[in-house]
């Protein structure tokens, strides 16, 4: 089952046909797993883990961790790592098994009463590409190709999320449907997601939002899935957040140097009324605990 809000348009926005078409992908909720495989892990007094893995239909598959609290489980969320250069960690994160403690926030979802799926992005963890021995020249390489046919490596991270999405969907949902939330590259893909997939229903965004032109006056060297060609000329990430519809908590540490302030607030402004609650910390590009404290509220009812 999926939820709409009340009032929610049946036509397609203009400013998500827009991005759909930058990105050169169909309406989402068409990318559905081909074959899924689910391993149980094991469980412990609060949860069961299990390893959910998606095939999808550009032939690639999507190692996921799933924690489902025991008992009828009060919502479900996709929660998606960070970058930071550590191509070895993926979907751990979150999942409190490896990497930062404090970006365990799909673990304390879990605790606190979601079902919560963690995937790995293309390139981490499971799905390095082990082109090189350098992971960030393979990513760049592999960006690069798909700029060349057409495509872009965000695409192929909207596509992924949204195939986990679909699994989501028909598996045991709630009524009220998925949430998403993502710190840092995390953020970034949620964004995305959130924008141009209905079937979510909220979302967090930790450390992941900004501007191409606030990234190119500071010469920021941000991940190759930021660059979708044409983004900038079509307005920028705050045609991104005109997208988007569904309530979205904002986190941003002011002194974050990957995220400049004004390119922050140059989204934030973009947003339509009453969707975007904004939390401005003093810091830099961290998720404080009353930061994954608020993110649990937003997506987990009481």
Not at 9 to 27: F, I, M, N, Q, W
Not at 228 to 250: E, N, Q, S
Not at 257 to 282: I, K, Q
């Amino acid at each position: 089952m999926t939820a709409r809000l009340p009032g929610a348009a049946s036509r397609v926005d203009p400013a998500r046909a827009r991005v759909l078409e930058l990105l050169g992908l169909p309406s989402l909720d068409s990318l559905r797993p081909t074959a899924v495989r689910v391993e149980p892990l094991g469980s412990d007094e609060a949860v069961e883990s299990s390893r959910v893995e998606l095939d999808t239909a550009d032939g690639d598959t999507i190692p996921c961790l799933l924690l489902t609290p025991h008992g009828r489980h009060r919502a479900d969320v996709i929660a998606v790592h960070q970058h930071a250069g550590d191509f070895a960690v993926g979907k751990r994160e979150p999942a409190g098994r490896a990497g930062d403690p404090s970006l365990a926030y799909g673990a304390t979802l879990a605790a606190a009463g979601a079902r919560v799926i963690m995937p790995d992005l293309l390139g981490f963890e499971e799905r390095r590409r082990a082109w090189t021995d350098e992971p960030a020249a393979d990513e760049r390489l592999d960006a690069l190709f798909r700029v060349a046919n057409g495509s872009s490596l965000q695409a192929k991270h909207t596509s992924d999320i949204a195939t986990v999405t679909s699994w989501m969907t028909e598996t045991n949902p709630t009524e009220a449907g998925p949430g998403i939330i993502g710190h840092s590259l995390g953020g970034q893909v949620a964004l995305f997601a959130l924008a141009l997939d209905s079937r979510l229903t909220s979302g967090v965004v930790s450390c992941g939002l900004g501007t191409l032109a606030s990234f190119e006056a500071a010469r920021i060297r941000h991940n190759p899935a930021w660059f979708v060609p044409g983004l900038t000329a079509a307005g920028d990430v705050a045609l991104i957040a005109a997208a988007v519809d569904r309530p979205l908590l904002v986190a941003s540490g002011t002194d974050d140097a990957l995220f400049p302030l004004d390119g922050v607030h140059h989204v934030l402004d973009a947003f339509r009324p009453d969707v975007v609650t904004a939390e401005l910390f003093p810091g830099g590009h961290t998720m404080p605990p009353h930061v994954t404290a608020a993110a649990v509220r937003h997506l987990v009812p009481a």
